[in-house]
Every structure is written in structure tokens, then in C-alpha cells.
């Protein structure tokens, strides 16, 4: 049989996701239901309300993803489902639903970890990709680089020993009065702003480290918007418009610059010809370009997921799953999902 469908799932934050994927690349529909405004009131995710959101969104979420592909379920190849690692009240919405899919259709299960699965974003649309590849995922949950020998072969280099750089995105984004999620907003108001207006610290972790730090430079925003006087009230109201974006866009400079010097050490110590970026921050216009003008200046292949699949969804999930569907590699229904890895 040539053409193997896999319906993807993911339920392991604040997104549910359904997707169909042919081969492993070719896209025969996405659905994703985003909870941002459940969470926005709150600044953050929370559990409580994600774990009710999915379970009002999963079904109408998958129907929706088998009936914009137009196939008929049976002819569906394997039920691929991000297990681990999230929030495991989130997880186990898609979990229980994929199970019950694989049990009824009778069809394999495959487990796929959704942060592995991010890279999948990145090479999914590439015919060829010289290996092995630095591959850098930064998102809300997670800054980590990886050696990669081949979409199933990840071995982590490195990764944040505090905040991941999404995280400080939406901390920072609260800290400044912009909102939530944090990550969007600040690219765009730092657009306005100048990048060299506040010098915010690299954490560098040592010369050679591929480790990451960012709650420090979090709270260098705070201590800035506190005032020279430190009394612990945030001067942010009497800011104006150009001084707010000018410490987003030092702040933001900040984080970029770290994960591309990260993520060109990494290449080097693995003697990569290739630099893979995916996550939700891989979405970040500034950090785009500035890998770009690191990777046109090394001479290396840089491939960035396409904006739409930086962010949680569930192709980067059926995508990666057709290689495991390849080698062999199933679950059985006693899957569970698990908060890390
Ligand atoms: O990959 P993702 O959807 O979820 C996780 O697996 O965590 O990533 C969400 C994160 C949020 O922290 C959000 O603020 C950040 O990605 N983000 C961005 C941008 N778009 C989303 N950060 C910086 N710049 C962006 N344009
Ligand atoms: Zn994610």
C-alpha cells in the first residue's frame, strides 16, 4: 500500500488539534481550537480549564479534521497522539480519545512526543536534509537543542535550567501590560522600539554550555520598570508608548541573541551542516532573521517550521508519526500520558 493516512492528535497544553497526513508530509487537513481567551483573563494556562476545554473540543476538533480530508475513518492508517510531556489533565483528553479511536477502528497507536515532534514542523515539507542537524526547539514549555541524526534520533545538547524563552516572552508581555500571550505582542511592539535602548544581560551559562537561563533577564525587566529607586511599584503606567517599546525590543534582543549564539555553538560542536528551528517562538520575527544572517554567515541550511506550524498543532504530530509508523514503532491501549520525558 503506498499512501499511509495518519490521524494526528494533540491535546498537551492550551490547543486541541486534530490533523489527517498523508506520507508524512502531505497535509490533507488541520484543525486547531485554541483556549487563548479561557486563559487570557487568567495570564497564564490553567490546568483546570485547558482539561475542560479539550474535552468539550475533541470530538468536534477530530470530526472536523477526517471531514475536511475527506476520507472515510476506515481508510485512516494509524491514530498517532502526543502522550508526553504537558499537562497531564490536558494530555489525557487526547489520549482516552485516541485509544478509543484505535480500539474501535481497530487501527495501531502510535505515541509521539510532542516536543520531538515540533522538529517534524521544520522537515516535513523537505525532500533532503543534510544530517545530522542542530535543532533548536523553543517554545512555552520548552528551550532545548538537540542533536539530530534523523527525526526519530534526538539526542538534547542542551536546555533551560529555569524559564523556557517562551515563558519569559508572556512574563515579560505581563510585566510590561501587553497581554496574553506574550510572545505575539512583543514581536510586533518591539517593532517600534529600539534594541539597544536597554542593555538587558545574556546568560550564557559558560563559554561552552548549550544550557539556558532566562529567568534572570525577567527579572532585570522587572527591576527596570521598577525605577532607578526599587520601591517595588512598577512605573509602567507612566511610561510611554516608545519607552514600553523599547524594552520589549531590548528584551527581545536579548533572547534572540542567546539563542542564536546557542544555537551556532551547538552546530559547531556537532559539526552540523544543518540548523532546524521549531516551537512557538520559532514564530519570532526577530529571532528568524537574525538565525538567518548566523546560518548565511556559517554556510549552513537553516530550515524554520513554516509560521503556521510553529505553534502547537497536530500535523507536526501525524508527521512524525509516519516514521514511526515505518519503523514498527506502536503502543498498545495501556499508553499513558506522562508530564515529562
Ligand atoms: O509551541 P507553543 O504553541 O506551545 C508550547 O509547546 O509551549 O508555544 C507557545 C509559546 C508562547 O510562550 C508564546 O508566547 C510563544 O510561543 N510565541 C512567540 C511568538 N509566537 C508565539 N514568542 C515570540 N515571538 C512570537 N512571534
Ligand atoms: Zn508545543
Known sequence: KKQINILGIESSCDETAAAVVTNGSR???????????????WGGVVPELASRAHLENIYPVIKKAVDDANIDLHDIDAIAIANQPGLVVSLIIGVTAAKTLALTLDKPLISINHVHAHLQAAILAEENVELPAAALIVSGGHTNLYDCESPLDLRLLGSTIDDAAGEAFDKVASI????????????????????TAVRFPRSMMGKDSLDFSFSGLKTAVLYHCQGQDMKGTSQVDKMSEQ???DIAASFQA????????????AAQQIKARTVLVGGGVGANSALRESLTRSCEKSGRNLLIAPMKLCTDNAVMIASLAYHKYKAGLF????????ART
Open 254 to 265: 536579548a533572547v534572540v541573541e542567546v539563542l542564536t549564539r546557542k544555537t551556532e555553538l
Open 27 to 41: 497535509i490533507r487537513s488541520s484543525v486547531v481550537a485554541s483556549q487563548e481567551d479561557i486563559h487570557r483573563e
Open 243 to 245: 519607552e514600553i517599546a
Open 331 to 338: 503502543a498498545d491501549l495501556t499508553l499513558e500520558p506522562k
Open 176 to 195: 510590561l501590560g501587553l497581554g496574553y500571550p506574550g510572545g505575539p505582542v512583543i514581536d510586533k511592539v518591539a517593532k517600534k522600539g529600539n534594541p
